[in-house]
């Protein structure tokens, strides 16, 4: 039997017949492979090397959006994006091979090359300002996300030309204060301001400025997210936090928790947790840590008692 009729005969798939184009010299038959495009008949190699106009990464995730490769990701922390250059020092530090004359260059050039950072003074403010949150957001320990929104809202400000006739650290903080209450932190606008270089007057009224200009979708803070940091201040046990949390649930059911503080609404579920489990605490002590009076603990305390909220009821978070 012929080796013919046992395989079936197919063409091969790196060889393709091109019909629309003819050899320029002998009018023959021209074949285009993966390497090269020649003639069948004479021979004549028309195009070799033939140029890969696909992409030269590969992805191995499903998100096809984001399949750049090459550089440091773009950030919003950075007047420039996160674009520009930097001529550093370590080579020469580490080597130490460079002559005089030569570092002195360096030096010179380092120097014009950090002047011409900036193209306008409106750059330099603005490299300034996110200066000033990158500041604020590491004192205040928050997250680089958090960073990058209030970097965009200081960005925005900007450009609606709402930083006009205001200081620019008292808009930074006022930007990393509107981003807590974006994203429902419970960061109060006394403590943005205690590590901020300006007053709390100036911070808040750069914040109302910004929040009736852009509208931000501010979120309401509630007293529960108060609570973890305050038991942390007063070295509580788990179960008093619990408790206290239990307790800030049940006065946000009931509704008696709204147009109310909700830090010293905390503290006061903080303070009726720590007599219900035996832990002595003063009020003063829990007025200190919520930055309150002694006076609004007890407000809140003698509504949760018209609350009666029993220990059974309360849940683990």
């Not at 285009?32 to 990464?57: Q, S, Y």
């Not at 590969?58 to 550089?71: A, I, L, V, W």
């Not at 193209?119 to 960073?147: N, P, Y």
Request: charged share 30%.
């Amino acid at each position: 039997m012929a080796t013919s009729e046992i395989y079936e005969t197919a063409f091969d798939e790196d060889v393709q017949n091109d019909t629309t184009n003819r050899c320029p010299e002998c009018d023959g038959r021209v074949a285009t492979n993966v390497a090269e495009t020649v003639c069948e008949e004479c021979g004549l190699v028309l195009e070799d090397e033939r140029i890969d106009h696909g992409p030269e990464w590969r992805s191995f995730s499903d998100d096809e959006q984001n399949r750049e490769r090459t550089g440091a990701p773009l950030t919003a922390m950075h007047h420039d994006r996160g674009l520009s250059t930097e001529i550093g020092k370590k080579v020469e530090t580490t080597s130490g091979q460079f002559a005089g004359r030569k570092r002195r260059r360096f030096a010179r050039m380092r120097r014009e090359h950090k002047r011409s950072r900036f193209q306008s003074k409106a750059e330099r403010i603005l490299a300034h300002g996110l200066g000033e949150i990158h500041r604020l957001t590491s004192a205040l320990g928050l997250s680089k996300t958090l960073g990058e929104q209030a970097c965009s809202l200081f960005r925005s400000a900007q450009n609606e030309d709402i930083l006009c006739g205001r200081s620019v650290e008292a808009m930074a903080a006022a930007s990393v204060h509107g981003a807590c209450r974006c994203l429902g932190l419970s960061r109060t606008l006394d403590e943005v301001a205690n590590v901020a270089r300006v007053n709390q007057s100036r911070v808040h009224t750069s914040y109302q400025a910004i929040n009736v200009e852009l509208g931000l979708p501010t979120k309401p803070v509630k007293p529960t997210a108060f609570v973890p940091r305050l038991a942390s201040a007063l070295e509580v046990t788990d179960s008093i936090r619990q408790r206290a949390r239990a307790l800030a649930r049940a006065a946000q059911e009931a509704d008696i928790t709204v147009g109310v503080q909700p830090s010293g609404f905390a503290a006061a579920c903080l303070y009726k947790a720590c007599h219900e489990h035996g832990w002595l605490v003063s009020q003063r002590d829990v007025a200190e840590v919520a930055d309150i009076s002694p006076r609004t603990i007890r407000t809140h305390r003698d509504a949760l008692d018209e609350l009666g909220v029993n220990p059974a009821s309360e849940t683990k978070s």
